[in-house]
């Protein structure tokens, strides 16, 4: 028997989809992942304090936030499933999916709100020190108390690094931006606005070799990629810039994707280019990847797909 609807993915687009599904009488089934593209629950399993959610004065601890909205799914009635998917054949009618653990599946819509795994550097001291003053995103992390009135660091040296440089330098003391080059690939515009920024010191050809500190963030080690050169910088947080992965691959070639692998959606809506699957999240979203973003467009998907399974006869 064939389910309405699917959903793959497990953070906010995923859930938040589910919610709206099952309220919509959909009878949701929703596979939150285990392995592929990260955890379940998103990048926010990997998130300390968010502060720009709203509904929670005081902010909510990322693992919080999703393991709430993860229990609001299950109480709407949503089926949730914790394994990966192996393939999702679109050229079906109805669509088939192949979960690892459970087989084959068939529905008549989809969402994918698979999301997007920020790159990072391959360091034990990254690991190490993830969610304690390191992190890939400023706006959900820069306003932090442990990160005001500090020196910060960001590296990267495309327009997203700047960008997160430009916003930090609301918070910090100063900016370090670290380029392993001595041009930046930015635009024109952005480099600068990093260049004029009295607050951002900009930091040509150097790798970061180590994160400094036990419990937190103390600093960098750095490596002049001209003279080998060790240098020790010392800093409260540091943020890689270093851009963001897709996590396409279920759907490559299946689902028009644009040059750097996101799903690529009509304007104003989650509509792939495959009728009756829809996209929601950073999995389809590489401007905002914010976690509101992701939730509202998981609400968008549900709704749409409800419609299409109306007007579909």
Not at 23 to 45: D, H, K, S, T
Not at 94 to 104: C, D, I, K, Y
Request: hydrophobic content about 40%; proline content about 4%.
């Amino acid at each position: 028997m064939s389910e309405k609807i699917i959903i793959i993915g497990g953070g906010p687009a995923g859930y938040t989809a589910g919610i709206y599904a099952a309220r919509g009488n959909l009878a949701p089934l929703v596979f939150e992942g285990f392995m592929a593209g990260g955890i379940p629950g998103g990048q926010l399993m990997t998130t300390g304090a968010v502060e720009n959610f709203p509904g929670f004065e005081k902010g909510i601890d990322g693992q919080q936030l999703m393991a709430t909205m993860r229990q609001q799914a299950l109480n709407m009635g949503c089926r949730i499933l914790t394994e990966d998917i192996e393939k999702i054949m679109l050229d079906k009618n109805p669509f088939e999916v192949l979960g690892a653990e459970s087989g084959l599946y068939q529905s008549q819509t989809l969402v994918v709100a698979t999301g997007a795994a920020a790159k990072r550097l391959p360091l034990p001291s990254e690991r190490k020190l993830w969610g304690k003053g390191l992190s890939a995103c400023a706006v959900c992390d820069g306003a932090l108390p442990m990160f005001r009135n500090k020196p910060l660091a960001v590296i990267g040296g495309g327009d997203s690094a700047i960008e997160e440089a430009l916003h930090l330098s609301h918070f910090g003391s100063k900016v370090y931006l670290i380029h392993r080059r001595d041009s930046f690939r930015a635009s024109h515009i952005m480099r600068a606005r990093a260049q004029e920024h009295p607050k951002i010191e900009i930091l040509w050809n150097k790798t970061v070799e180590e994160f400094l500190g036990e419990s937190a963030v103390s600093g960098l080690r750095l490596r002049d990629t001209v003279s080998g050169a060790l240098t020790t910088l010392e800093v409260a947080g540091a943020f890689e810039a270093i851009g963001h992965r897709p996590n396409t691959a279920l759907v490559k070639g299946q689902l028009e994707l644009d040059e750097d692998g996101y799903v690529i959606t009509k304007a104003g809506s989650t509509e792939t280019s495959r009728h009756g699957v829809f996209a929601a999240g950073d999995v389809q979203d590489k401007k905002f990847r914010q976690a509101i973003t992701s939730a509202a467009s998981g609400c968008m998907a549900a709704i749409e797909a409800g419609r299409f399974l109306q007007e579909t006869p």
